[in-house]
Every structure is written in C-alpha cells, then in structure tokens.
C-alpha cells in the first residue's frame, strides 16, 4: 500500500502564487507515475499534470504555462502554481500510480479576492 498526504492549499488572490506537496510513504518502489488531479464544485474530477518516473511532465491546457509539476525524490512531489486565476479553485489530488491506483485526501485550493 501506499500513502498519499497533501500539504499547501489555501486562500490566494488572483494573480499569486501556491506550492502544493504530496508526501508518499508505504510501498513506493513500485511507483511508475505521479499526478495531480483537481475537482471544482459542481465538475468532474480533472487532470491537470503528470511526471512519469521516465519521461518528462505532461500538463492540461489550461494550466501551461502557469503550473509545473516537480519532484525531489519519489517520495516528494510538487505542483508549483503561478499567475493563479479563480478558476483554478478546486480540492486538488494526488495521485500515484500504476494506474493512478492511490490518491491523496485532496487540499483545498481557493482563489478569491
């Protein structure tokens, strides 16, 4: 099994900046990918990046350019947001996979002035 904890979610004006990080522990040797998903009020469930351990990181069109996603090691993995925009509110996963089986409890991401 593996464990997912999210950490960084807030309130930011439109505009700024938010760092959210996913913690994994547990069985992470067989990690292959990580991602970030978000749900907004109301919608679907939503990919917004992924780093696969090889390759390089893909992105959803509305957040290229603004978000990236990183990590340090495989038990830490980032989504740097800049240039924040309303419609970026939304609980914000992570996930793990193979097959995105683990996911985080989510962080709350609101942008409001």
């Known amino acids: 099994q593996v464990q997912l904890v999210e950490s960084g979610g807030g309130l930011v004006q439109p505009g700024g900046s938010l760092r959210l990080s996913c913690a994994a522990s547990?069985?992470?040797?067989?990690?292959?990918?990580m991602a970030w998903y978000r749900q907004a009020p109301g919608k679907e469930r939503e990919l917004v990046a992924i780093m696969p351990r090889i390759g390089g990181a893909q992105y959803a069109d509305p957040v290229k350019g603004r978000f990236t996603i990183s990590r340090d090691n495989i038990k830490n993995t980032y989504l740097q947001m800049n240039s924040l925009r309303p419609e970026d509110t939304a609980i914000y996963y992570c996930?793990?996979?193979?097959?995105?089986?683990?996911w985080g409890q989510g962080t709350q991401v609101t942008v409001s002035s």
């Open positions: 547990g069985s992470i040797f067989n990690i292959n990918v």
């Open positions: 996930a793990a996979g193979p097959a995105y089986k683990y």
